[in-house]
């Protein structure tokens, strides 16, 4: 099981910009799948961003539309962290922004199910204001 610590909600503006960082256990971190979703009040949980392992040193990397072109996932390797860019942030975009990852060092040639992600973050609140 892999330990994951979110960090970097916040409140902010609408145009504004934050970073969401998620530090992940283990030693193999540079083979996991990553990804990024969150919950709305009254919504189910959709997913963000995903930066997957799928091999040597290439990922995959995914977003939903709504997110596309303002928000970016990226990881480092040796801080055994990915980040989330957030820029441009709508109200619509208010959420508990959830960490998850996939450990198993499988790789990815297509999005991750949300049933792939066998760990999860405590998730960190990210409120944007019109």
């Known amino acids: 099981q892999v330990q994951l610590v979110e960090s970097g909600g916040g409140l902010v503006q609408a145009g504004g910009s934050l970073r969401l960082s998620c530090a992940a256990s283990g030693r193999t971190f540079s083979r996991y799948a990553m990804g990024w979703f969150r919950q709305a009040p009254g919504k189910e949980r959709e997913f963000v961003a995903t930066?997957?392992?799928?091999?040597?040193?290439?990922?995959?990397?995914y977003y939903a539309d709504s997110v596309k072109g303002r928000f970016t996932i990226s990881r480092d390797n040796v801080k055994n962290t990915v980040y989330l860019n957030m820029n441009s942030l709508k109200p619509e975009d208010t959420a508990v922004y959830y960490c998850a990852a996939d450990g198993s060092g499988k790789p990815y040639y297509t999005i991750p199910k949300s049933a792939d992600f066998g760990s999860w973050g405590q998730g960190t609140q990210v409120t944007v204001s019109s």
């Open positions: 930066h997957s392992w799928r091999s040597a040193n290439t990922y995959y990397t």
